[in-house]
């Protein structure tokens, strides 16, 4: 049911589109409405092609495009097909500690050459008591669908992870349209360029 409500000011914070994606990491109600509605009232929309896309969320059937972490990659776990080749050294000289738009690309790129649909991530080299210890979220996630971290790899494959662009604001949220401001990831001043820093949004 539409409801028409008249104010001085109204604020969207209606999230980025990344659910525009098949493979998403944000809630479903993600899907560019609030841009669209902003532009069709003649706000200007910046850095709209800017879409960050993380390397490793899980895979699993019916599950949510839940992230696992980067800090896996870099306290050594490694990218596996689905023949249990390491792959990456193949795409870049920094294999899996290369950046996150590297580390998709050779993903995709070996998905497509072996015909699979996702890659695994594998941590279980290293002493089950530390990645129990320095990683209880992701082997609590991965336990609900019986995967044993310290034991087997994890499946993963890329997903839309965050929109730098959206509505073009400045550092108040304001847009120029009066009486109209926009924060959160529907906003956009520009300060994330083409790809946001971690833990920055």
């Known amino acids: 049911?539409?409801?028409?409500?008249?104010?001085?000011?109204?604020?969207?914070?209606?999230?980025?589109?990344?659910?525009?994606?098949?493979?998403?990491?944000?809630?479903?109600v993600c899907t560019g409405d609030g841009m669209a509605l902003a532009h069709r009232i003649g706000t200007e929309l910046c850095d709209m092609e800017f879409v960050q896309f993380h390397p490793t969320t899980l895979y699993v059937a019916g599950a949510a495009r839940a992230l696992i972490s980067e800090v896996l990659r870099g306290e050594g776990a490694i990218l596996i097909d689905a023949k249990g080749r390491r792959f990456m050294k193949d795409y870049h000289p920094d294999g899996e500690l290369a950046s996150r738009d590297i580390v998709c690309r050779g993903i995709l790129a070996q998905m497509r050459k072996t015909g699979a649909t996702n890659v695994f991530l594998d941590i279980s080299h290293?002493?089950?008591?530390?990645?129990?210890?320095?990683?209880?979220?992701?082997?609590?996630?991965?336990?609900?669908?019986?995967?044993?971290?310290?034991?087997?790899?994890?499946?993963?494959?890329?997903?839309?992870?965050?929109?730098?662009?959206?509505?073009?604001?400045?550092?108040?949220?304001?847009?120029?349209?009066?009486?109209?401001?926009?924060?959160?990831?529907?906003?956009?001043?520009?300060?994330?360029?083409?790809?946001?820093?971690?833990?920055n949004s």
Do not use: W
């Open 126 to 199: 290293l002493p089950a008591e530390f990645t129990n210890k320095r990683f209880p979220e992701i082997r609590n996630l991965c336990a609900r669908f019986d995967i044993d971290i310290s034991k087997e790899p994890m499946p993963v494959r890329p997903s839309a992870h965050y929109m730098m662009g959206g509505v073009r604001t400045d550092l108040d949220g304001r847009t120029g349209v009066a009486g109209l401001y926009a924060c959160g990831e529907v906003a956009c001043t520009g300060f994330h360029g083409a790809n946001r820093l971690g833990s």
């Open 1 to 28: 049911q539409m409801k028409m409500v008249h104010a001085a000011v109204t604020i969207l914070a209606t999230g980025g589109c990344g659910r525009i994606y098949r493979e998403a990491t944000g809630p479903e």
